[in-house]
């Protein structure tokens, strides 16, 4: 378990292993595979809610993959999309960090394109695509879950986040409140963060933080006006 609390250490403190550590923390990571789940589960969450996550991801894909090994797939996988400026994982990991520190959104960013290696094609241009791989992440982001024994509650929520990433953002005071009745005024905001944060990993050329800016004012006028969004609120 050490093993993994030295990522975690790294992730929150920002403290970084010598050479010699970080070599034998991937070599012996497999020591991993006896350890309970539950306290397995217990540092990888308390290790994504690190500040320096990003770097604790990307200099340890090998050990987190032992709790998770639905991501290493995603380890150096290229997107050859011009939206994208890193790898799969390289992105995943700079989305988590992009977020804030809130369990549901940062474990749903480091499952939400876990299907995106089986998902890739090619156009005659060369272009990578992906299309359908929300769906797909989530069928194993269910695995992956599963394995980790999250509480169901926090399954669910974590799940419907990474099915509805790649929607498009609401951009009318109808479309938010068709949102909030979709997903209800708690789940709806974590959505927007997961997207907002998706995005800052991605090219910047193709920035829709002014969209999602938007959606969130909207979203706010909804909650301080007390409009209705559903049948209940009439």
């Known amino acids: 378990l050490r093993i993994l609390r030295g990522v975690r250490f ?78 799969v994982w390289t992105h995943t990991a700079n989305s988590v960090g992009l977020a804030a520190p809130d369990p549901v959104v940062r474990l749903a960013l480091l499952l939400h394109d876990l299907g995106k290696p089986q998902c890739y094609t090619e156009d005659s241009r060369g272009e990578g695509h992906f299309y359908g791989h929300a769906l797909h992440s989530a069928r194993l982001a269910e695995e992956a879950i599963k394995g980790l024994r999250i509480p169901k509650k926090d399954a669910a929520a974590v799940l419907q986040l990474i099915r509805h990433h790649d929607d498009p953002i609401p951009a009318t005071l109808a479309q938010v409140r068709q949102s909030l009745r979709k997903f209800g005024p708690k789940q709806f905001p974590l959505l927007l963060q997961v ?16 969209q999602l800016d938007r959606a969130e004012a909207l979203l706010g006028q909804v909650m301080a006006e007390g409009l209705c969004y559903s049948v209940r609120g009439l």
Not at 12 to 18: A, E, K, S, V
């Open 10 to 87: 790294y992730a929150t403190l920002g403290l970084r292993p010598d050479p010699a550590a970080k070599e034998a923390m991937i070599r012996m990571a497999p020591l991993l595979a006896p350890v309970s789940r539950e306290r397995c589960t217990q540092e990888l969450i308390r290790t994504l809610m690190g500040e320096y996550i990003t770097e604790a991801l990307c200099g340890f894909p090998a050990v987190v993959g032992q709790v998770v090994p639905q991501i290493l797939p995603a380890v150096g996988f290229p997107q050859n999309n011009r939206h994208h400026i890193y790898d």
């Open 195 to 210: 997207k907002r944060a998706d995005n800052l990993a991605q090219n910047p050329l193709y920035s829709k933080q002014e």
